[in-house]
């Protein structure tokens, strides 16, 4: 297969892999892109705070709408409805406001509407009372991140004290928020600081599929802490192929991966291969070189004298150093004459200077002719030597 179909067909693959990708982990994405999925904050009781979501649009002329559910009355984008065109962005500015608001967490979403489609993107807000003197950690295993109804989920939750006074409890209240913010199991019961506690709750099995958020709010006598945790109620058949999703993205990165390197090693060669050839034309120019002179040299000693054979032997190692020294001096001046032609990116050039050198070849009857080598020849060239 020659060079300009394996990159044919390197780039069909590539081309294929890459639409594959976005079919299978981004199709049905809609016509517009945000580039927030969770808009979480954590806010002391009478702060202020802000969000940037930006959106862009893939198409042209969208009109967008956008509002807040479940959380209406907390925050306010800066902009309710605009227009964007193919390839256009805007950054929006989610301003919340904490009024008058108890500490707590609060749950939403803010909702996007653009060119026939919609993305909710879930909004969770705690707010903490001004001081506190204790924390709240949630930890939940990755398996818990989607779950189908009627399964069970567990989170670990500890209390950290900030003061000086370990002997104490507080009540907490564990209650699972759908993304409208209305309670769907709420329980109570108290946790030792510095200890921990894990909460193993079962979900209904008629539950709606969506966003949900797991909340503990904590509380003593003068604090209130709070902490939450997001995850997704999805059917299970959904689950399953949403679970390998990430297998395949990695099966998929490593199938890309180990396709540019072949093509980078590929290329590598194709760059290198007139060089490899060239040196392999050389290697054996040389050593055809020394077998001839070394034939010639065996026919030369056997039409000797056998005086006059140790002469022969050392006249003919002479003859093979200067044809080995004259043969490197030439190959030499080929090999930097490849080096400008490559930088030169002139391949057609180098193709051609490899296939006139393989035909030049080098004249050994320069040094050794075939004529018969007598006593007399070899006792003239002992006081002259080869002219060479």
Same mark, same amino acid.
């Given at each position: 297969?020659?060079?300009?179909?394996?990159?044919?067909?390197?780039?069909?693959?590539?081309?294929?892999?890459?639409?594959?990708?976005?079919?299978?982990?981004?199709?049905?994405?809609?016509?517009?892109?945000?580039?927030?999925?969770?808009?979480?904050?954590?806010?002391?009781?009478?702060?202020?705070?802000?969000?940037?979501?930006?959106?862009?649009?893939?198409?042209?002329?969208?009109?967008?709408?956008?509002?807040?559910?479940?959380?209406?009355?907390?925050?306010?984008?800066?902009?309710?409805?605009?227009?964007?065109?193919?390839?256009?962005?805007?950054?929006?500015?989610?301003?919340?406001?904490?009024?008058?608001?108890?500490?707590?967490?609060?749950?939403?979403?803010?909702?996007?509407?653009?060119?026939?489609?919609?993305?909710?993107?879930?909004?969770?807000?705690?707010?903490?009372?001004?001081?506190?003197?204790?924390?709240?950690?949630?930890?939940?295993?990755?398996?818990?991140?989607?779950?189908?109804?009627?399964?069970?989920?567990?989170?670990?939750?500890?209390?950290?004290?900030?003061?000086?006074?370990?002997?104490?409890?507080?009540?907490?209240?564990?209650?699972?928020?759908?993304?409208?913010?209305?309670?769907?199991?709420?329980?109570?019961?108290?946790?030792?600081?510095?200890?921990?506690?894990?909460?193993?709750?079962?979900?209904?099995?008629?539950?709606?599929?969506?966003?949900?958020?797991?909340?503990?709010?904590?509380?003593?006598?003068?604090?209130?802490?709070?902490?939450?945790?997001?995850?997704?109620?999805?059917?299970?058949?959904?689950?399953?192929?949403?679970?390998?999703?990430?297998?395949?993205?990695?099966?998929?990165?490593?199938?890309?991966?180990?396709?540019?390197?072949?093509?980078?090693?590929?290329?590598?060669?194709?760059?290198?291969?007139?060089?490899?050839?060239?040196?392999?034309?050389?290697?054996?120019?040389?050593?055809?070189?020394?077998?001839?002179?070394? %034939? @010639?040299?065996? +026919? #030369?000693?056997?039409?000797? *004298?056998?005086?006059?054979?140790? &002469?022969?032997?050392? =006249?003919? /190692? $002479?003859? %093979? @150093?200067?044809? +080995? #020294?004259?043969?490197?001096? *030439?190959?030499?001046?080929?090999? &930097?004459?490849?080096? =400008?032609? /490559? $930088?030169?990116?002139?391949?057609?050039?180098?193709?051609?200077?490899?296939?006139?050198?393989?035909?030049?070849?080098?004249?050994?009857?320069?040094?050794?002719?075939?004529?018969?080598?007598?006593?007399?020849?070899?006792?003239?060239?002992?006081?002259?030597?080869?002219?060479?």
């Amino acid at each position: 297969m020659n060079r300009k179909r394996i990159l044919i067909v390197f780039g069909v693959v590539v081309a294929l892999a890459i639409a594959g990708y976005f079919i299978f982990f981004h199709g049905g994405n809609g016509s517009f892109t945000v580039d927030t999925i969770l808009l979480k904050s954590v806010i002391k009781q009478g702060g202020v705070l802000s969000n940037n979501v930006e959106i862009k649009s893939l198409e042209g002329g969208q009109n967008f709408r956008v509002y807040l559910e479940g959380v209406s009355d907390m925050f306010s984008p800066s902009e309710t409805e605009f227009v964007l065109g193919d390839g256009e962005s805007t950054t929006l500015k989610i301003t919340f406001d904490d009024g008058e608001h108890p500490p707590g967490v609060y749950v939403g979403e803010l909702v996007i509407e653009g060119g026939g489609n919609e993305k909710r993107i879930p909004v969770i807000l705690d707010i903490q009372g001004a001081f506190s003197n204790f924390a709240l950690n949630l930890q939940a295993g990755p398996s818990y991140k989607q779950v189908s109804p009627g399964e069970t989920v567990s989170v670990e939750i500890r209390a950290f004290n900030l003061i000086e006074n370990p002997a104490r409890t507080v009540d907490v209240v564990y209650s699972v928020l759908n993304s409208k913010g209305s309670v769907v199991i709420s329980e109570q019961d108290s946790l030792a600081m510095g200890s921990s506690i894990t909460k193993t709750f079962s979900l209904p099995e008629d539950l709606p599929l969506g966003a949900y958020v797991f909340t503990a709010v904590a509380m003593d006598e003068a604090s209130v802490g709070t902490a939450s945790y997001l995850f997704k109620v999805v059917d299970k058949k959904t689950s399953s192929v949403a679970g390998s999703d990430s297998i395949y993205l990695v099966i998929f990165i490593f199938a890309f991966l180990f396709a540019i390197v072949l093509l980078v090693i590929y290329m590598f060669y194709e760059r290198n291969k007139l060089f490899l050839e060239l040196r392999k034309q050389q290697t054996c120019e040389m050593k055809n070189l020394v077998e001839k002179l070394r %034939e @010639k040299e065996k +026919v #030369a000693i056997a039409r000797a *004298k056998k005086p006059e054979r140790k &002469i022969v032997v050392e =006249k003919f /190692k $002479k003859i %093979e @150093k200067s044809v +080995v #020294a004259k043969v490197k001096q *030439k190959q030499k001046k080929q090999r &930097i004459e490849f080096k =400008k032609l /490559k $930088k030169q990116n002139r391949k057609s050039e180098m193709e051609k200077k490899l296939q006139m050198w393989k035909k030049e070849g080098f004249n050994v009857g320069e040094f050794a002719s075939n004529r018969k080598v007598t006593g007399k020849d070899v006792r003239k060239l002992t006081g002259q030597g080869y002219r060479i």
